[in-house]
């Protein structure tokens, strides 16, 4: 594949249409029985685990990728995480781990799968409530592993219950529905991120093993995967490499530590940086609680932080932030600087340009040592197509690099429920009534990123990474009925603002081992496609496209009511391999109604076609012919 401008070309010349999903949720947590990685007990031991099985066992490689390609979804976003290569100790890479990736690898080859590999993250790490650093990146900076949840400065599923036990619920409270983002302003992770991205701006004296703790950490992740870089860089199913899913600012450019000014979350406990940096330092604090029914307008309660009085560190250790001289405790925490992290070289700090595009670059420099030629996947931040959360691009910068930004109907996402007619404009704080104007603004948004794109990045080609749906929705209904509809209304609501965008996309997710009791294995989330061995919502997602066009793609449409797709383009006669689009046999059957249409009925050179329903693909061939051409096929 090459890019030209914002198209990605196979080597016929063809403009291609790349559709897949991430392989897959249960690859943020270490192999184990279904529902373990919810347990306390699989926070223990963690130079112990291993992440062999992570998609699936290889034994089950071949069916999967079979399901797959025969589902269209042949372009995959493969999930890694730092633990799953480092967990044992800095540079002690898990070789076995390695291996078995090399062979799934081979198998979706076989399979004419590809995939890129995607450092997978959510708030920093699964013992701060989500994925991806392994433990001792913690344990170096001094924090007890143990004491992370008990002082506040992280909540995670694993150890929430026993830490909430009330007469109501003497085996622990269930934990709060997609609360796990609010780790983004516990103390925990946003520490890691901020020295990740900035320890030597806000941190400078802080080192380890003789480095800057900055320098320290982002050598170790990029020293991981460019060795997984190394070991799987042959491997022809791999078509690039993500830099990393998701990042966050931690606390830079925050302008007052004593006020919550972006909470992740706007429902449950919104502690301020201060609050948590005296938490975690062993004082109690209280946290105001904002009601969900208000979405999080209207405060609620207070909730105590760390009331045991612990400190999160090690003797020996202390907070970072003390030492850097952004408080102290003479007797009392006193804020000495509110506006520490605020500055970057003596102007307003601009996370995306000053830490995230310098640390993108360097770990382009070093992976492209390895490999000079391979596609790179770059992210802005979490669940945003907007300007803001996306990095310049220009001429200077490396080329071979895709946008590929997330988009979640937020309303279905947080709630767990979906009208066709209903939704939420969480930026505009703005209600959204009737289907149309639902459908408009989800093709909105999509389209503000490549608008982004377009004006700042270099007019580089977009793919949306992540997108999808909670299966548990509506109170788990569907799975005592087995009624997918609404999910099968939403999916292809969503995905006909892919199709209205032309866009590249990966949905959320496919989890092999997913169950209806356990879901994805991480976070109690339930967005797998695939579970107990079938599809789910197929109507949804298993749908018509061009997965190659012999010229410029004009136009993409599915009605999935009356069962007829629609696809334009203009051809190009110099292409001489065929469009190549997926007709899925669900939709379509063995004898779909097939027809052509050219812009010049009097033109020598027409376009033809082939079906071949065994493989659910049609071919249409451009025969010598330039000019527009539509394809409709029905029922």
Same mark, same amino acid.
């Given at each position: ?21 991430? @392989?897959?949720?249960?690859?943020k947590?270490?192999?184990?029985? %279904?529902g *373990?990685? @919810? ?21 089950? %490689?071949?069916?999967?990728f ?12 493969? $999930? ?7 967990? !044992? ?8 781990y ?14 004419? $799968? ?46 929430? !219950? ?11 409270? &269930?934990?709060?529905?997609?609360? *796990? ?34 320098? *320290? ?19 022809? +199913? ?44 062993g004082?109690? $604090?209280? $946290?105001?609680?904002?009601?969900a ?5 209207? #405060?609620?309660?207070h909730?105590?932080?760390? =009331? ?14 003390k030492?850097?001289g952004?408080?102290? /405790?003479?007797?009392?925490?006193? @804020? ?27 770990f ?39 946008? %590929?930004?997330?988009?979640?109907? =937020? ?14 404009? &969480? /930026? ?8 149309k104007?639902?459908? !408009? ?10 608008? *982004? ?11 949306? =990474? ?29 995905y ?5 965008? #032309? ?9 092999? =081992? ?22 789910r919502a ?7 496209? &061009?997965?190659? +066009? ?23 006669? !110099? ?8 007709? &899925? ?25 082939e ?13 010598g ?11």
């Amino acid at each position: 594949m090459r890019i030209l401008d914002n198209q990605i070309l196979d080597r016929e010349g063809r403009s291609l249409i790349l559709r897949g999903v991430n @392989l897959g949720g249960e690859s943020k947590i270490p192999f184990g029985p %279904a529902g *373990w990685g @919810l347990s306390p007990e699989s926070l223990k031991n963690p130079a112990g685990v291993s992440f062999v099985g992570r998609p699936f066992p290889l034994e089950e %490689a071949e069916a999967h990728f079979e399901r797959l390609r025969r589902a269209g979804l042949t372009f995959l976003r493969m $999930v890694i995480t730092w633990e799953a290569l480092e967990h !044992a100790g800095p540079g002690l890479y898990d070789e076995a781990y390695l291996a078995y990736l090399r062979k799934i690898l081979l198998v979706a080859e076989q399979k004419d $799968v590809s995939v890129y590999i995607d450092p997978h993250q959510d708030v920093w790490s699964r013992w701060t409530g989500g994925d991806g650093a392994p433990a001792w990146t913690l344990e170096r900076l001094g924090m007890d592993l143990d004491r992370l949840d008990r002082t506040g400065a992280a909540l995670t599923r694993q150890r929430y !219950a026993e830490l909430h036990r009330t007469p109501q619920y003497p085996q622990g409270e &269930p934990f709060p529905r997609m609360m *796990w983002p609010s780790n983004y302003n516990r103390y925990a992770a946003a520490t890691m991120f901020s020295l990740f991205f900035g320890g030597r701006s806000y941190a400078p004296e802080l080192s380890v093993e003789g480095e800057n703790v900055q320098d *320290w950490l982002q050598g170790r992740y990029i020293a991981a995967f460019r060795h997984c870089y190394r070991r799987l860089k042959n491997c022809a +199913a791999i078509a690039g490499w993500g830099i990393m899913n998701e990042p966050h600012y931690g606390f830079i450019g925050c302008r007052d530590l004593g006020r919550a000014e972006n909470p992740m979350v706007p429902t449950g406990p919104r502690p301020s940086p201060w609050d948590v940096i005296r938490a975690a330092s062993g004082y109690a $604090v209280d $946290v105001p609680v904002y009601d969900a029914r208000s979405m999080g307008r209207r #405060l609620k309660r207070h909730e105590t932080f760390n =009331g045991g009085g612990l400190s999160l560190f090690r003797e020996g250790f202390c907070c970072p932030w003390k030492t850097a001289g952004v408080w102290t /405790d003479d007797g009392e925490p006193d @804020l000495l600087c509110e506006d520490h992290f605020a500055l970057h070289e003596g102007r307003r700090a601009d996370f995306i340009e000053d830490f995230l595009k310098p640390f993108m670059l360097r770990f382009i420099e070093k992976m492209k040592e390895a490999d000079e030629h391979s596609f790179f996947f770059i992210e802005g931040m979490p669940h945003s197509s907007h300007a803001a959360s996306h990095p310049s691009w220009g001429k200077a910068d490396p080329p071979n690099v895709i946008n %590929a930004f997330h988009w979640y109907d =937020g309303f279905a996402l947080f709630t767990k429920t979906f009208r066709s007619w209903f939704t939420i404009d &969480p /930026d505009e704080a703005k209600i959204i009534l009737g289907k149309k104007k639902v459908q !408009a603004y989800f093709a909105g948004c999509l389209a503000r990123g490549i608008k *982004w794109t377009r004006e700042h990045m270099g007019n580089m080609p977009c793919l949306l =990474g992540e997108f999808g749906l909670a299966f548990d929705m509506n109170k788990r209904k569907a799975f005592a009925n087995g009624d997918y509809s609404v999910h099968e209304e939403a999916l292809s609501m969503y995905y006909d603002a892919v199709d209205a965008n #032309l866009l590249h996309s990966t949905l959320w997710n496919y989890s092999a =081992g997913n169950t209806n009791e356990t879901g994805d294995g991480w976070n109690d989330e339930d967005l797998s496609i695939f579970s107990e061995g079938r599809e789910r919502a197929v109507p949804g997602w298993k749908r018509p496209y &061009p997965m190659a +066009a012999a010229g410029e793609l004009l136009s993409i449409n599915w009605d999935r009511r009356r069962g007829i797709f629609r696809c334009r383009f203009r051809a190009d006669s !110099a292409v001489t391999a065929p469009t190549l689009v997926y007709l &899925p046999s669900e939709s379509f059957g063995p004898s779909p109604l097939i027809e052509l249409r050219i812009t010049d009925g009097g033109v020598a050179e027409r376009p033809y076609y082939e079906y071949k329903p065994e493989e659910q693909r049609l071919l249409v061939y451009n025969n010598g012919f330039d000019g527009e051409t539509e394809i409709i096929v029905s029922t």
